[in-house]
């Protein structure tokens, strides 16, 4: 599964997680495990190299100088 996925999940778990009837401590320590988890994940997103960036995307849209030549050279 993607991290994006991960993030979906972790979601929705905060929205019903609520409403399951924990004790009010247990609540706690669900919403600040689940904060940590989506801390983790976002920054493991956030330094993963995105395809379109730095040199690699320099590499591969980069038109290489060409000098003109005179055609009509005696």
């Not at 801390?39 to 000098?67: D, L, T």
């Amino acid at each position: 599964m993607s991290r994006q996925q991960w993030l979906s999940i972790i979601g929705i778990w905060i929205m019903i997680f609520l409403y399951l009837g924990f004790p009010s401590s247990w609540d706690k320590v669900f919403a600040v495990c689940t904060g940590l988890l989506v801390v983790i994940i976002s920054f493991r997103i956030s330094n993963k190299p995105h395809p379109h960036s730095g040199k690699e995307h320099a590499k591969h849209h980069m038109s290489p100088f060409v000098e003109n030549a005179d055609t009509n050279h005696q």
